[in-house]
């Protein structure tokens, strides 16, 4: 699976331009971004400075998508951490969960009509 460099890493060779290339976090300190709890304050509070960075960015989008579509584990990505996308795609899985049983009413709706006539 490609993995994109945290757009806060530098040691990228030249390549052809990125969303990554507009990040509002290019040069920020990476340690910001993956935040790890310490003196009994989680790493979803330090990682306000990380997140408030993530709101004024460009292609906060296309990094969320890019966290979301490669299952990126930890830090903060598209101005959320890995609990919070986590809970997206759980919320994402649900979702589709609903509307497949939703789907498959409807058909064998369709097949006992049929059946009935
Ligand atoms: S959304 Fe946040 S992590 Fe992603 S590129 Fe922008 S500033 Fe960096």
Do not use: I, N
């Amino acid at each position: 699976m490609p993995r994109v460099p945290h757009p806060t890493d530098h040691r990228t060779l030249p390549r052809a331009r990125h969303w990554s290339d507009d990040a509002a976090c290019a040069g920020a300190e990476a340690a910001a971004f993956f935040p790890v709890g310490k003196g009994g304050v989680p790493a979803s509070v330090l990682a306000g400075d990380a997140k408030a960075t993530c709101q004024r960015c460009p292609v906060r989008p296309e990094c969320l998508g890019h966290a979301l579509t490669f299952r990126e584990d930890y830090g903060v990505w598209g101005g959320l951490d890995e609990d919070e996308r986590a809970e997206l795609l759980r919320q994402a899985r649900r979702a589709a969960e609903k509307q497949r049983r939703k789907e498959r009413e409807q058909q064998k709706g369709k097949a006992d009509a049929t059946t009935a006539a």
